[in-house]
């Protein structure tokens, strides 16, 4: 019998999580248990063995897609690439290395669902971070200055955990790190966006891929380039048909 229409994708960009993925895949595939729903991996020119591992994963969970860049695009580019494969109406992101805790992606979609249709994104703030205190502090000063400059009312834009409606990513502009910034430009775009609190774990394996100065750097163009684009947003409201 052929699998059900997913409703839901949960897309997850990764880069060399050979020791994460499987594990987070088989989170996922409990957590949503009993929905229609696709996950579709993005391997982003893995230089490990994190793309034979999902691919061999593909016979244990029936919903488990893989797609794979030929070459490093970095995370905004997987999880765009896995939203445009992506079946389902509504996407969930989260990140690869098992930090975000599968369990809180339905909660992430009801509150969606339940929403008015102008809502178009529910995201995850990290309540009790588990990483070094160094991050932390980059984060706070970050999220901050963030949230002031572009008043998008998000504590937490850097946790990877989201849902939102696919349609509505698809008409914002797309740019590297553009993953931190989708409730700015979702509000840009004329749609109300909400937040929830979300666990957060320890990195048990792999390494992060960031560095706190190579994001402070990208973040300040980042943070004049969406300041510029909200400068140029003109809203018609409401479009009658005549
Ligand atoms: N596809 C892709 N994913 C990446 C890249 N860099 C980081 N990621 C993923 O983005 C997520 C967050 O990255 P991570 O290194 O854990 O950042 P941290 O939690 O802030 O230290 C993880 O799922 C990574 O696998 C990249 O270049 N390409
Ligand atoms: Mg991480």
Redesign the pocket.
Known sequence: MPAAAPEISVVV???D?EGAAPDLAREIAAAFKGRKFEIVF?D?ASRDGTRAALTALKREIPQLRVLGHRN?A??SR?IRTGILGAKGAVVVTL???G?NDPADGPKLVDALLAGPPDLALVGGERVKRQDSQA?KVASRIGNGVRKRLLKDTANDT?C?LKAFRREAFLRLPYFDHIHRYLPALMVREGYRTAFLPVNHRH?TTGR???TNLGRLWVSLSDLFGVIWLQSRARNPGEVDEL
């Open positions: 960009p990764v880069f999580e993005v982003d490093n970095g995370q997987a990140d690869g290395d930090q991050k850097g990877g990195r992060s891929k960031y």
